[in-house]
Every structure is written in C-alpha cells, then in structure tokens.
C-alpha cells in the first residue's frame, strides 16, 4: 500500500508569490495535518483536517490555508510568500481525527526555498 | 514557556549502553503521547506510543507521568543505527485539535 505521497518534492518561489502543496493520504485514513519544520526545530503544527472539516489550527499567519477535498487528500496554500517561509512542509495522516489517540503517519515533504 | 519541551542534547554514548530522554509538556488537557524519530533529512517516523501504564517495545520502554507532565525514553542496548533526533509529541484535542512536537533530541551512538 502507498504510504502519505506529497508533491512537488521541491519548489523555489520569490517573495510574494503564492504556492499550493499537495498531500495524498493513506487509503483508508480520513485525517491529514500540516506541518512546518526549519532546520533544527521539530515541526510545527500548522492545521487538522477530518471529514474535510478544519479540526485545528495552529499559530500560523491568515496567509496560510488548507481545505481536504472528498477523497480525503489535500492542499495547503500559501499566499504573499517571505523568506521565512521557505522550511519543509510535511503532511500526515491518521486514520480519524480529533478525540482519538491515533498516530500520524508522515509524507516525505515538501521543501520550499524562497528567494 | 514551550508547550513542549526536550533536552535538545547532542547525546554522544558508546554503543550498548543506557540513553533515557524526558519530555516536558505544559498543557495538563493533553490527552494522547508519542515517540517520533526523525534521520537527517527525513520525514518523521512514529517509534512508539506512550500509554499511561507504560509501554514496551524491543529495547524501547516509554513511561507516562500524568502527575509531573513528562513523558520519557528509555533506549536500552543501543546500535548504531539508533542514531537519530527523537521527537516527542503530545496531542490535545478539546474543543480544538493542537499537535505539539517537541524540538527534538539528537542521540549519536559511537562505536
């Protein structure tokens, strides 16, 4: 079975532009959960979603938004990019969401570099 | 004060012996605990759970303390290839879901 897949692998942006990622779950799980992680730190929560409903959020900018599509995949977006922004962005899943004690499961990620 | 919080070491031991990590976590509504590693350069992967009784996998013992809000590590009979950052991780959900992940502690076994 596929594990979490997320796409592009790598992107560079300039300031002020706008990107979307992408994020396929495992079949079957129903939560997906982005995060933002710079070199040195663990990885900083940046949404939930379950049943295509935002589940939690994390202390993130408004530039910053997601939704969860039927399929349970899903896509973070990110608009008026900075160069603090650039960092890897991962995705994971899990098979429900909020009220459970599930573990997440990881995409290999997304690393944005903005010049 | 971090929500979450990990000794982010280097811990530098000789293969085979004892490492133990400890996790601080400041939200006493956090409800479920986990142990991530995480190689260089990679995605995070879930190395265990952490249940309130305590749990054990292999050379892994992880320990919950709901009382004094930590949760630990403890890596017995260590290989080279443990070498990693550990991440602890402690999910809240009340009327919101939060995920905080700790910054992580690098282990580096030596031969």
């Known amino acids: 079975d596929a594990g979490v897949t997320q796409s592009p692998t790598h992107l560079i942006k300039t300031r002020g532009q706008q990107v979307t990622l992408r994020c396929s779950p495992i079949?079957?799980?129903?939560?997906v959960s982005w995060y933002q992680q710079v070199l040195g730190q663990g990885p900083q929560f940046i949404f939930q979603?379950?049943?295509?409903?935002?589940?939690g959020r994390g202390n993130f900018p408004d530039r910053f938004s997601a939704r969860q599509f039927p399929n349970y995949s899903s896509e973070l977006n990110v608009n008026a990019l900075l160069l603090g922004d650039s960092a890897l962005y991962l995705c994971?899943?899990?098979?429900?969401?909020?009220?459970?004690?599930?573990?997440?499961?990881f995409g290999d990620g997304t690393r944005l570099s903005i010049l | 004060r971090k929500e979450v919080e990990q000794d982010p070491g280097p811990f530098n031991v000789p293969e085979g012996a004892t490492v133990a990590f400890n996790c601080t976590y400041s939200?006493?509504?956090?409800?479920?605990f986990f142990w991530y590693r995480q190689d260089c350069r990679k995605e995070p992967k879930l190395l265990m759970s952490?249940?309130?009784s305590g749990n054990e996998d292999g050379r892994f013992t992880a320990q919950l303390n709901r009382a004094s809000q930590y949760i630990s590590l403890l890596i017995r009979d260590s290989k080279l290839s443990d070498s990693a950052t550990y991440l602890c991780?402690?999910?809240?959900?009340?009327?919101?879901?939060?995920?905080?992940f700790g910054s992580g502690t690098r282990l580096s076994i030596r031969p």
């Open positions: 994971a899943s899990s098979l429900s969401g909020q009220g459970s004690n599930q573990p997440q499961h």
């Open positions: 079949s079957g799980h129903k939560s």
């Open positions: 979603y379950y049943e295509k409903e935002e589940r």
């Open positions: 939200n006493s509504a956090s409800q479920s």
């Open positions: 952490v249940y309130s």
């Open positions: 991780v402690v999910h809240s959900y009340s009327s919101a879901s939060k995920i905080i």
